[in-house]
């Protein structure tokens, strides 16, 4: 998809003219603004960069190249480590999540969707080089900033709103936890998580999450995002089955009222529309897929995107499960989400 970021000052390609325009302190806040858009994106906290850009401060070397924490990474560092280099696990969880954060090339140049790395050293043969593709080298500009000594140039913020324009698309995979069967049986009572059946007399579903999105405020994660196509739902199972999965568009307290068969919440006596949780305003199918045992199987299509589109858009990050085949077996099933995304813009 097309990327427009917004820079105050520039030509019309968003470039700063070498001695003709003077550097604002607008034009690294507008870089550590979109640095901090990205950390939020890879689920680490924002960045305040206030005690270096604020009016009256000097754009210093030491904040383009230099500084560390405290009081923050500097804008290289930023870019080249926290943000291409994420903490996958971060956000906890048996398999932790997420489970990894990975950066595409977005330019289809013959490199289009490889791995993005920061080029320092020697990519591999599916890596693209980030600061090659912004000068041709294997450095930034004057690799070392000295502060009180090289002074800040119109090349080094062009180089780091180049950056920050190639980093914009992402492949984030995240495990989808089964928190709770839905055991029509037993319909007022949860059931054993990550187990699915279905045979003439009964049906045993579950319900899960991901996580998307933590609930810190600016939240962490996956918001303000294009969903991507290539994104697709992986399922296992321990046998060979047929299962169907449904984004779930209840609320749920999975851990103080795991949800039953008839209520998605039995502590407020929340009824799904339809036992099992399938009903119209329940769930939306996302597709079928038939396995083979230990043999991972994908959901692709359009209920996918659109599913993983309006998680990102602020829906409900959970998902159900269900046994589509009839047959006496209980199967234990693992799933996972990756979504391949784009940012939106503005902002940056």
């Given amino acids: 998809m097309a990327y427009d970021p917004q820079w105050t000052h520039g030509d019309q390609d968003g470039r700063l003219t070498a001695g003709a325009d003077t550097v604002h302190l607008i034009d690294p806040q507008e870089v ?7 950390r939020l994106l890879t689920y680490q906290a924002a960045q305040d960069f206030s005690s270096h850009l604020h009016s009256g401060a000097p754009v210093r070397a030491s904040t383009i190249d230099t500084a560390g924490p405290p009081p923050f990474h500097n804008l290289r560092t930023a870019l080249t480590v926290a943000v291409l280099i994420p903490p996958a696990g971060s956000m906890g969880g048996d398999p932790a999540t997420p489970t990894s954060m990975d950066w595409l090339w977005p330019i289809d140049d013959g490199d289009a969707d490889k791995r993005l790395v920061s080029g320092l050293s020697a990519p591999g043969p599916d890596e693209v080089g980030l600061v090659c593709k912004i000068n041709g080298t294997n450095n930034w500009t004057d690799g070392s900033l000295v502060p009180g000594v090289t002074g800040v140039r119109a090349v ?29 049986l037993v319909p007022d009572t949860p059931w054993t998580a990550g187990l699915v059946a279905h045979t003439i007399t009964g049906e045993l579903r579950n319900v899960g999450y991901a996580v998307f999105r933590g609930d810190q405020s600016p939240p962490w ?7 991507r196509p290539s994104s697709f739902l992986e399922v296992t199972a321990d046998a ?21 068969w008839n209520e998605y919440n039995p502590g407020t006596s929340s009824a799904w529309a339809s036992p099992g949780g399938t ?28 599913g993983f589109q309006a998680i990102a858009d602020g829906q409900q990050q959970n998902f ?17 989400a990756v979504v391949e995304f784009d940012l939106s813009a503005p902002p940056n």
């Fill in 32 to 38: 550590a603004q979109a640095i901090n858009r990205r």
């Fill in 156 to 184: 080094h913020l062009n180089e780091l709103r180049m950056a920050v324009e190639y980093i914009r698309r992402g492949r984030w995979e995240l495990p989808i936890y089964w928190m709770s069967g839905l055991f029509s």
């Fill in 221 to 227: 994660g996956l918001t303000n995002i294009t969903v």
């Fill in 240 to 260: 060979d089955c047929t299962v169907e999965v449904f984004h779930c568009l209840r609320p749920m307290d999975f851990w103080n009222w795991p949800a039953t």
């Fill in 279 to 306: 009903g119209l305003g329940d769930s939306v199918s996302l597709g079928t897929v038939e396995l083979e045992a230990d043999v991972p199987g994908q959901i692709t299509g359009s209920a996918v995107l659109g």
């Fill in 320 to 336: 159900l499960i269900r046994r589509v085949d009839v047959e006496w077996l209980s199967v234990a099933v693992a799933a996972r």
